[in-house]
């Protein structure tokens, strides 16, 4: 099964009774296994959870810590992009040359990377003191 088949079977189970936008995610984790995760919302709408972050928790939960490939899929006019936070969260993981696939449940596909998602990302180097004073 392809990461876009699993996002697209996962994404049924998105609980989305506000926004009945439903969205599956899958990420391929370094050693092979395959994540999924689906949007769940909340009545209090910024308390919900992406596929994305949904995905990437249960590969973080089952102890892997590096993504090799994403998938993303919606019921909408154009593939989706995820949103700036997932964006961040993809990039943890990943490396910017990481293939991601965006696809709508009618067939099409628009094909990126993390790094074209989230250009100029905010990384742990950007933490360290160039000069070591504080």
Known sequence: MSLLDSATNIRENAYAPYSNFKVGAAIRGANGQVYAGVNVENVAYPEGTCAEAGAIAAMVAAGETTLVEVAVIADSPSPVPPCGGCRQKLAEFGAPDTKVTLA?????VLHTTIGDLLPGQF????????TGAR
Do not use: E, W
């Not at 709508?104 to 099409?108: K, L, N, Q, S």
């Not at 990384?123 to 160039?130: E, I, L």
């Open 104 to 108: 709508t449940v009618g067939g099409a």
């Open 123 to 130: 990384d742990a180097s950007h933490m360290a003191s160039a």
